[in-house]
C-alpha cells in the first residue's frame, strides 16, 4: 500500500493538526520531524540510535544515492530499507535540491527536459530529469517519494520564480506519469517564493495533479529569511487540501518547528541536529550551547536537564566536550542522538499542546525560556 | 580490592592457561583481549557497543589523558569509569610508549630523572617521571595501572637495552613507592630485546619489586619482527610467577594472539582491530579484507559467515563498502564492533581449545584457513 495520512484533530487556536501517517514500515504521530540520512546513514548513528530518539520516517538523498552507490546497487541489495538495515518508513528527496546547492561550482543548465550539472564528487557530467529522478526513487524503494522540482535561489525575481514554477508544474505531470512503484507514495512540491499569488497558482496547480502529500519548498534553500518562511507557508497551506499531509522541506530550528505546525505544517526534515552536533552544538531547552566552550570542561552535568535520550541519562557535559575537542567521532555521535531527540520530543510536546489546544502558549513559553539562554 | 587473578587450568601441550581476572568492576576470562579507548573513548563505539563485543577490560592511555581533559577533571568527575560511561574493568597504560612514540619530532631528553619531552599536540615542554605517571593513574582510579618504562627502540643496541632496563627497574620501584591508590592493582613491565640474559635479567628484578601482575614491554614498538617477539616472551615467561597474570603489550595480530597464548600469555591489547576498520579492513576467518575495494559493492554477505557480532548480523559488505567509500563513520564504527569482536571471539575460541588440550590442532586449523586467503 501506499501511505495512508488520518487527521486527527484540529487545534482550536490555530491551524495546527494532529494527525497519524501509516505506512508498510510502521505508523507515525504527527508533527513529526524527520532526521536526515543523507547517504543512507544518519551520520555516526545505527538505525537502533535512530529509532531510540523516537524517530518516525527517516529522509535520505536521491542524488546522493543515484552517484553512490548507484540506485541499481541500492535495488539489488533489495531496496532502501534492507540496504541500511532501517525497518521504519523512509522519505527520498527528489535530487532537485542537492542539483541546485552541490553542482560543482554550481554551473548549471536547467532546459525544459531537465538539469544538466557536474558531479560534486568528480566533476563528471550529469543529467537529471523528472523521469530519471522518479525511476532512481521507484528503485530505491522509500515509502515516500518526491517530486523534482527546481529550487531557485532566494534571490530569484518574481518573474523568474512564476517561469520556474511553472516548469515545476510541468516537470511534477512527468514524473508522476512515470511513477509505478506500488508501496511508493509519491508527493508534489508547492514553490512560488515569498509571493501569494505565486503560491496560491503553484498550490492549486499542484494540487490539480493529486498527489499523495504536498511539500513546501524553496524556504530553506540559501538566505531565506523566516518571514519569506511564514510567508510561503502561509500563502500555500490554504489550497491544500485537509486529507493529506503537509511537509515543510529543510526545516529544523525548533522555533520554526513550532512556527511551521502553527501554521499547519506536519512533517519537517532538517540536517541541522547532526551539523551543529558534529560541530560540538546541542539544543537545550535555554537555547543552543556550543561544548568547545571551556567552561564545560568540569561541567559534569547533562547537555539538558530533564531530557530523557541516551546522551543526558549517561553522559557529562564535561566529557562530551572532551570528545569533541578531541575529534573524537563519539562526541558527533552522542550530540547527534541528543539534538534529534530534542527537536522529536519538540514534536512529541507539541503535540501534547495540540490535544489539549494550548499550542499559543507552549510556543510563548518555549521562547520565554529559548531567549532567557540568548542574552 | 586490588585485581586478583586464578590460574583455571593449564593447558597440556603448551605454556597456554585459562585463568579469570577478578576486578571491583566485574570479573572476566583469560586469555583476553582488551580493545583500546585512547582518550577514554574506544574510538566511534558507546560502552555498550564494546561490552556487547564481549569486552572485558578496555585500555585507556595516561598519556592522552593527562595531556586533554588532565588527571584532575577526570577525578573531579568520579574518575575514568564515571568519566567515560565504562562500568567494566579498566587498565590504563604508564603513558611511556607514547611519549617514545609520540613525542613531537620524537625529540625527548632521558635522564634518570625522567623524560622531557614536548606534546604532540602544541610542542609545549613536558617532563614525565614514574611518579608523575603513577600520581596520574592514581587519580585516573583504573583498575590497573602500569609502571613506567623507557620503550626502546627494536635497533637500539644490546649494552643500550641493558642501562635502558635497568634504569627501567628503577623507575618501577619508585613508581610504586608512590602508588597509593587501593583499589588499583599495580603492574611491572619486562624489557630487554630479543636477549635471553636481558629479558631474564628484567623479568627477575622486576619480580622481586612483588607487582600485582607483569606485562611484557617492548615487542610491538616499531619494527620487530615475529622471531623477536616470540624471543621476548619465551625468554621471560619462565621467571614470571604463576599465579600472576601476563600481559603482552600492544599485540593484536590473530596469529600473534594463538602463539602468545601458546607461550603462556594472558592478555593482550591493540588499537589494530579500531585503526584498521577506520581505514576499511577486516578480519574474517579467511584472512583480512578491505572493503574499499570494488568487488564488495555488489556483495550483500555478511564481513565474515557464521560472525555473531552485531555489524555481520545486520549489515552487508556492500553496504558497509558505501559508509567507507563515503567516509561515513558508521562504516568505521560497524567494522570496529567486527574487528573487536573477532579478535574477543578468537581468546573465546582459544579459552575452549585450552580447555580440551587442543591449542596446537586450533593454531594449525586457523593458520591454515587464514592463509588460504592470502594466495
Redesign the interface.
Known amino acids: 500500500m501506499k501511505i495512508k495520512y488520518d487527521l486527527l484533530k484540529k487545534e482550536k487556536n490555530t491551524k495546527a493538526r494532529l494527525g497519524k501517517i501509516k505506512t508498510n514500515y510502521g505508523t507515525c504521530l504527527t508533527p513529526m520531524f524527520m532526521p536526515v540520512g543523507t ?3 544518519v ?4 538505525p537502533e540510535q535512530v529509532k531510540d530518539c523516537g524517530a518516525g520516517i527517516v529522509l535520505s538523498n536521491t542524488y ?1 544515492l543515484w552517484l ?2 548507484g540506485e541499481d ?1 541500492v535495488a ?3 531496496g532502501l530499507h534492507k ?3 532501517y525497518n521504519g518508513p523512509i522519505l527520498t528527496d527528489s535530487g532537485g535540491f542537492q542539483v541546485f546547492s552541490l553542482a560543482k561550482n554550481k554551473e548549471k543548465d536547467i532546459t525544459e527536459e531537465g538539469v544538466h550539472f557536474k558531479s560534486h564528487i568528480d566533476g563528471s557530467s550529469l543529467f537529471l530529469t523528472p523521469e530519471k529522478s522518479i525511476e532512481i526513487q521507484n528503485k530505491l524503494d522509500s515509502d515516500i517519494a518526491m517530486s523534482f522540482d527546481e529550487c531557485p535561489p532566494a534571490s530569484a525575481s518574481y518573474e523568474y520564480l512564476k517561469n520556474s514554477l511553472e516548469r515545476t508544474l510541468r516537470w511534477a505531470k512527468r514524473g508522476k506519469n512515470v511513477h509505478s512503484n506500488e508501496n511508493q507514495a509519491l508527493f508534489g512540491i508547492v514553490q512560488g517564493g515569498p509571493y501569494e499569488d505565486l503560491r496560491k497558482l503553484s498550490a492549486v496547480e499542484t494540487v490539480k495533479l493529486d498527489f499523495d502529500g504536498y511539500s513546501i519548498g524553496g524556504v530553506a534553500n540559501d538566505g531565506e529569511s523566516k518571514e519569506d518562511m511564514y510567508k510561503a507557508i502561509d500563502y500555500s497551506i490554504p489550497y491544500l487540501p485537509e486529507d493529506k499531509v503537509r511537509y515543510l522541506m529543510g526545516v529544523g530550528e525548533p522555533i520554526d518547528i513550532i512556527e511551521g505546525v502553527i501554521r499547519g505544517i506536519d512533517i519537517f526534515d532538517c540536517v541541522l541536529p547532526t551539523r551543529i552536533a558534529r560541530h560540538g552544538q546541542a539544543f537545550t531547552k535555554k537555547g543552543k550551547i556550543n561544548l568547545n566552550n571551556k567552561k564545560f ?2 561541567d ?1 552535568t547533562p547537555i539538558d536537564d530533564n531530557c530523557d535520550c541516551y546522551t543526558c541519562k ?3 557535559r ?2 562530551i ?3 569533541i ?2 575529534k ?3 562526541g ?2 552522542l550530540l547527534s542522538i541528543h539534538n534529534i531527540r530534542f527537536l522529536i520530543k519538540l514534536t512529541e510536546d507539541i503535540r501534547e499542546a495540540i490535544k489539549e489546544d494550548r499550542l499559543l502558549e507552549f510556543r510563548d513559553q518555549f521562547i520565554k525560556n529559548y531567549e532567557i539562554k540568548k542574552k
Open positions: 547517504r543512507a546513514t551520520k555516526g548513528l545505527t546522493h553512490r552507490p546497487v539489488a541489495s533489495g540496504f541500511m538495515n570542561t568540569t559534569f549517561n553522559y557529562t564535561g566529557y566536550r572532551h570528545l575537542t578531541t573524537e567521532s563519539l558527533g555521535t
